[in-house]
């Protein structure tokens, strides 16, 4: 438990040290506003299963979502190495990837990921309140370099606010 909670508290302060560096650290963590926000649960309105494999690939790799959807990602490792999937922007993903490749023992995880060890299966929940495009990949020393990266296709919400549920 101590570890777990000293290694949850290094993580904060590495993040928020690297994004004050950045310029980019206004008091939240940048573009997870960017790519929406933790999703509820209880508010899930579809689960989509995405395959994880040795050959440093997604299945799928694009996904679509609408706009203001609460999907549960079913985060399946068919490989025997572990894997992670990560949403954010490409920018951040990059820039995550660059520093996991100094720090290959570090360990997080935070509401926009998921680690899976091979065989497992993880979840991640997620809200997409933005139209646009959110990338995930595998930030795994390796992984990423090798191709292990995707896309979210978020649909923009055309409906008039009316009309919204």
């Not at 999937?85 to 990837?97: F, P, Q, R």
Request: net charge positive; aromatic share 6%.
């Amino acid at each position: 438990m101590k570890l777990n909670y000293f290694i949850a508290v290094l993580s904060i302060i590495v993040f928020a040290s690297m994004a004050c560096a950045s310029g980019n650290h206004a008091g939240d963590h940048g573009s997870v506003d960017a790519i929406g926000q933790a999703g509820n649960p209880q508010k899930v309105t579809r689960t989509i299963t995405v395959d994880m494999s040795d050959s440093m690939r997604f299945t799928p790799s694009t996904i679509t979502v609408k706009q203001g959807e609460t999907i549960r990602f079913n985060v399946r490792n068919s490989g025997k190495l572990q894997h992670e999937m990560v949403l954010g922007t490409e920018k951040e993903l990059k820039e995550h990837y660059e520093f996991m490749k100094k720090h290959p023992e570090m360990e997080h995880a935070d509401d926009n990921m998921v680690t899976v060890q091979s065989g497992k299966t993880g979840e991640i929940t997620w809200h997409f309140t933005k139209a646009g495009s959110v990338s995930f990949a595998c930030l795994l020393p390796g992984h990423y370099e090798a191709g292990m990266k995707g896309t979210v296709k978020v649909k923009a919400d055309t409906r008039k606010s009316g009309d919204k549920k």
